[in-house]
């Protein structure tokens, strides 16, 4: 005799609000975020959900400046490994990180803790373009709703 076990597919909508925390006060560099969403997470699935988002740094400033990108720890966690989104409305949290390599065996931070910062000499006119990758682990049974983190960025030159 069988018995038949139902799955109910349930979905969570991820996203990282990413805010420029500093950007020293001269027109010599300038900088442009994108957004990273995760869009729905299923619980389910059996595999990490990915996505990516960029920034970029234009300057114009000569001899070439040397740029260097840092996250602050998650706004929901206070830490950088797991950082995690709270869903909206509630308590319920969606564990998540950041990492400078597609691979995501780089946790992007501030240089503590073993994380790294990204670091690049900005010529005038050749904009440098940072991919940051986000991935969210597979198998959290989370109730079904928007999550979402506040990211600090920090741009030192």
Known sequence: MWTAMRRTRRYALAAVVLSLASVVA???????IGHLSFGPYDAFACTDSCTSGALTVHCSMSPAPTVRVRSAPSAVSGT????RMRQAGGQETLAYNLYVDPAGTQVWGDGSGGTLTLNENVQAGR??????????????????????DTL???IDF
Do not use: K
């Open 26 to 32: 001269q027109a010599a560099c300038q900088v442009t």
């Open 80 to 83: 950088f490994n797991p950082r």
């Open 127 to 148: 904009p440098w373009r940072v991919t940051i990758y986000a991935r969210i682990p597979p198998g959290q049974d989370v109730t079904p709703g928007t999550y979402t």
């Open 152 to 154: 600090s960025i920090t």
